[in-house]
């Protein structure tokens, strides 16, 4: 609160007042233009005291951090920093470190150091960066794209900052642009949708979630089932189901045709052999006339 941070106020206002609060032409601050953290792992914004004549007794008196919008100085010499920050002073060294970082912490930090030879100020960037999470594929009924009956939803939490989604398949040129919603904690959370069309063959799509860097962090894959084109495979079932309805009568019939010809057949040839076959009864009764 302000009435415990007075003393840091007092003191910086103090010596500000002795030192004329002059930028010296022999103190430097030197930081990295650009430093970048992750959420949820600890930071260091480090800079360092530099001289440009041999200062060998340099006394670093101050130190204080500022975050633009930020009324709370952060100061070695305070021990009432607020929670999460801890600022250290090794030897001409001095560090910012921000023990759980979140998306709110990012922006621009100025670092004042005052000491006996003169001030000096410079700023560096914080950027925070959150790995998003491994993307997750539904599908559900389409009801507004035409020639389409059912999409994919992709979406991917948890990342920072925005990233992009990516189908791989033959109709990735379908695919609507990703849609960014902020949660609470300032993080991102993505999704793209994809109309599957009705003249579409893939039963496979894969959506692949890229970091703001073009890296990628993760992908899903989802397999859709054969029933994904109703119009086109309930056809084929109905013409099976005709063709077999009229193709099974037709060789049951056959076959009694076939054996009824094959049993014409039979009687046939066995009438005809009888009819062939010579008769026996003048041979017997020329034998009886010649016995007597």
Not at 43 to 57: A, F, G, N, R, W
Not at 84 to 112: A, F, H, M, Q
Not at 238 to 243: F, G, I, L, N, Q
């Amino acid at each position: 609160d302000m009435a415990s941070r007075a003393p840091l106020f007092l003191l910086v206002i103090c010596f500000c007042c002795c030192s004329g609060h002059a930028k010296s032409a022999f103190i430097k601050v030197v930081c990295d233009t650009t430093i970048t953290g992750q959420v949820a792992h600890q930071s260091m914004l480090t800079c360092k005291v530099e001289t440009t004549q041999e200062i060998p007794d340099l006394n670093i008196a101050v130190v204080v951090w500022k975050k633009p919008g930020d009324d709370q100085f952060l100061s070695a010499l305070d021990r009432r920093l607020p929670p999460g920050y801890k600022v250290t002073l090794n030897d001409r060294t001095v560090s910012l470190v921000i023990t759980d970082p979140k998306v709110k912490d990012e922006g621009v930090y100025s670092c004042l150091v005052m000491t006996d030879s003169g001030n000096a100020e410079t700023t560096t960037h914080f950027k925070v960066t959150a790995k998003y999470e491994a993307p997750s594929v539904d599908s559900i009924d389409e009801k507004v794209v035409p020639n389409a009956h059912k999409s994919l939803i992709c979406k991917a939490t948890g990342g920072y900052p925005e990233g992009k989604l990516r189908w791989f398949d033959e109709w990735t040129k379908s695919a609507e642009p990703t849609i960014v919603n902020q949660t609470e904690d300032g993080l991102l959370e993505i999704s793209s949708k994809l109309p599957l069309m009705k003249l579409s063959t893939s039963d496979e799509y894969t959506c692949v979630v890229y970091n703001a860097s073009d890296g990628k962090e993760g992908s899903a894959t989802i397999r859709t089932a054969v029933s994904r084109h109703p119009s086109v495979f309930v056809s084929i079932d109905v013409a099976h189901s005709v063709m077999t309805s009229i193709i099974a009568p037709v060789l049951v019939i056959g076959s009694l045709i076939v054996g009824l010809l094959l049993a014409l057949l039979i009687c046939r040839r066995r009438s005809q052999q009888k009819n062939r076959r010579p008769s026996t009864a003048p041979l017997m009764a020329h034998s009886n006339r010649s016995t007597y």
